[in-house]
């Protein structure tokens, strides 16, 4: 029903930028939030942001006024603008999107990201 592919990940410097990119196969089934969360070598996942159907943002505490969600619906692609990366942002990130009712979400493969100091 719902496939989500995730790239734009990598090796980054402290202070740097990356942009994820998500391509959702069955957008249009994607009528609820769309999610990215990530999740660190021994750590559980945790939320990171989301963008509802009609645009509205929400963040983490530790990403808010650094990371940006945002989305292109011509293009059935989530995007995440990571800017002023830190070390503690290394993880492998995941986007995903809930869909049906009730909602069930999807997920992707994941796309590493590594910030170095």
């Known amino acids: 029903l719902v496939q989500l592919v995730e790239s734009g990940g990598g090796s980054v410097q402290a202070g740097g930028s990356l942009r994820l990119s998500c391509v959702v196969s069955?957008?249009?089934?994607?009528?609820?939030?769309k999610n990215w969360y990530r999740q660190a070598p021994g750590k559980e996942r945790e939320f990171v942001s989301s963008i509802d159907s009609d645009g509205r943002t929400s963040y983490s505490d530790s990403v808010k006024g650094r990371f940006t969600i945002s989305q292109d619906n011509a293009k059935n692609t989530i995007y995440l603008r990571m800017n002023s990366l830190k070390p503690e942002d290394t993880a492998m990130y995941y986007c995903s999107c809930d869909a049906g009712t009730p909602p069930y979400r999807y997920w992707g493969q994941g796309t590493q990201v590594t910030v170095s100091s």
């Open positions: 069955g957008w249009i089934y994607c009528m609820w939030d």
